[in-house]
């Protein structure tokens, strides 16, 4: 059983660039949830996708928005990044029904630095 | 939205000794609790969880305490070892979207 594997691991952009992070959920998942953790912090949430549809979205500005694919893998797209976007962003998988909340398995993160 | 606590930021105990992280939560309808480890590096994993029917749930040297009423939650670890040794965030999940809420997290230092 493959688990959850993200994209790039490390990137270093600069502010007002766009940023595209990937994620392939683990097999049999179709729920994906996007994290970000900023240093000494908790992951906070960006918002889910379920079955390709968005499915609840946490306090993010619009420039944070993402897609979810047939094969359930998923995409987190940043526009006009901010200093403050710099984070590690966590991808997690589940398999989800509605209704029916379980265990969250991780991936390795992206760690994003904006310069 | 829900909004989880999590207390204290920083734990050094002896080995062997035992830890106690709590944490509160503001939804009265959230269900589902579950905790996290973070070693250094690594991603998060699912250590325990709870849902709301369920008052005390132990798995080895790990025991998880929910007050539904109260809103607080409690992570317990007795015989701590050094591998122990990491961040310990709790959570909580809001029904309406079941999505995993995060307390902001506690370093746990098991001192040899």
């Known amino acids: 059983e493959t688990g959850v594997t993200q994209s790039p691991t490390h990137l270093i952009k600069t502010r007002g660039q766009q940023v595209t992070l990937r994620c392939s959920s683990q097999?049999?998942?179709?729920?994906v949830s996007w994290y970000q953790q900023a240093l000494g912090q908790g992951p906070q949430f960006i918002f889910q996708?379920?079955?390709?549809?968005?499915?609840g979205r946490g306090n993010f500005p619009p420039r944070f928005s993402g897609l979810q694919f047939p094969n359930y893998s998923s995409e987190l797209n940043v526009n006009a990044l901010e200093l403050d976007d710099s984070a590690l962003y966590l991808c997690a998988s589940s398999p989800t029904d509605r209704g029916d909340t379980g265990e969250l398995f991780f991936g390795e993160g992206s760690r994003l630095t904006v310069l | 939205g829900e909004n989880v606590e999590q207390h204290p930021s920083t734990l050094s105990v002896q080995e062997g000794d035992s830890a106690v992280i709590k944490c509160t939560y503001s939804?009265?309808?959230?269900?589902?609790f579950p905790w996290y480890k973070q070693e250094l590096g690594k991603r998060p994993q699912l250590i325990i969880d709870i849902r709301s029917n369920v008052g005390e749930k132990k798995d080895q040297r790990i025991a998880v305490t929910l007050n539904k009423t109260a809103k607080h939650f409690s992570l317990h670890i007795t015989e701590t070892q050094p591998e122990d040794s990491a961040v310990y965030f709790c959570?909580?999940?809001?029904?309406?979207?079941?999505?995993?809420?995060f307390g902001p997290g506690t370093s746990l230092s098991v001192i040899p």
């Open positions: 097999s049999g998942h179709n729920t």
């Open positions: 959570a909580a999940v809001e029904t309406s979207y079941d999505k995993v809420i």
């Open positions: 939804d009265s309808a959230s269900n589902y």
């Open positions: 996708y379920y079955r390709e549809e968005e499915n």
